[in-house]
């Protein structure tokens, strides 16, 4: 599977982008599609998983703000991400999953073998 991110960019606080995880050569909605993000020098951190096209997992910080959806038609996957805030400036990663990992470790970066380029979103204070 081949996995194409794309929509980061700059922001101000308060902001919002809508990321963007275009997939070819798997069905997304039949498997597990994250979005991770990495900060300098840090591993990269769960976001928010959306299974099957309709399980959505989110972290803490991303949730209430996030929102992880699929585009059946497009084979895609997005990250609406309302009221950012400085923190939340990273390169973000989709990642794709054959395997049906549980809640537990399907947050783990270490678990996805099949990543897309990172898109960087920055966002102002």
């Known amino acids: 599977v081949q996995l194409q991110a794309f929509g980061g960019g700059l922001v101000q606080t308060g902001g919002s982008l809508r990321l963007s995880c275009a997939a070819s050569?798997?069905?997304?909605?039949?498997?597990?599609i994250a979005w991770f993000r990495q900060f300098p020098g840090k591993e990269r951190e769960f976001v928010a998983g959306?299974?099957?096209?309709?399980?959505?997992y989110y972290s803490d910080p991303a949730r209430g703000r996030f929102t992880i959806s699929g585009d059946n038609t497009k084979n895609t996957v997005h990250l609406q991400m309302n009221n950012l805030k400085p923190e939340d400036t990273a390169v973000y990663y989709c990642?794709?999953?054959?395997?049906?990992?549980?809640?537990?470790?399907?947050?783990?970066?270490?678990?996805?073998?099949?990543w897309g380029q990172g898109t960087e979103v920055t966002v102002s204070s």
């Open positions: 990642a794709f999953s054959e395997l049906r990992l549980p809640s537990g470790l399907l947050r783990q970066w270490d678990r996805y073998d099949n």
């Open positions: 959306i299974r099957e096209g309709t399980m959505k």
């Open positions: 050569g798997r069905t997304f909605s039949n498997h597990l």
